[in-house]
């Protein structure tokens, strides 16, 4: 793959304000046919990813803690007890993107080459990376554009 990351880069990525609700997120991500998005803040600048797993997560509390398996079974029930009655409650206020969004933002070079991007997704178990020029994003690669790389249209 002899192909640089701005080749096959989607360009004009679409971000979201972190403070709209997760409720706003998914009906952005649906109306746009996407799974995430870059989570920005009041001046522009990227502080987050959020993506359609991160609602799920949150909404079902998939990842109860690593130290509730140290748990018996009765307090495992009491534990998830308590997390229903919090999600609850939560539910009572309004969830902004910037609480479910990941901090952490993976990027590469548009002169990276395909394969270094390829295997930085693969190391980081990345659905999207975006794409940088100047620590400015001018684009993102997703596992659907290196798919398109493999498979001929």
């Known amino acids: 793959m002899d192909k640089l990351a701005r080749e096959i880069m989607t360009p004009h990525v679409k971000s979201v304000p972190e403070s709209w609700t997760i409720q706003q997120f998914a009906r952005f991500c649906s109306d746009n ?14 502080v987050g990813i959020a993506t359609l797993k991160d ?10 803690s ?10 495992q029930r009491e534990a998830r007890k308590l997390r229903m009655f919090l999600f ?3 539910q009572k206020m309004p969830v902004e993107v910037r609480d479910i ?19 930085q997704m693969m190391d980081e178990h990345l659905h999207r990376i975006f794409v940088t020029r100047d620590n400015k994003v001018t684009g993102i690669i997703t596992t659907y554009d290196l798919l398109k790389l493999i498979v001929p249209s």
Do not use: K, R, Y
């Open 101 to 119: 969004m990941s901090p952490i933002v993976f990027s590469v070079d548009e002169e990276s080459p395909i394969g270094d991007v390829a295997q």
């Open 55 to 64: 609602i799920a997560d949150f909404h079902f509390n998939a990842n109860p």
């Open 88 to 90: 609850e409650e939560m």
């Open 33 to 46: 046919e996407i799974s995430g998005s870059p989570v920005v803040d009041a001046s522009g600048d990227i």
């Open 66 to 75: 690593e130290a509730e398996s140290q748990l018996t079974e009765e307090e």
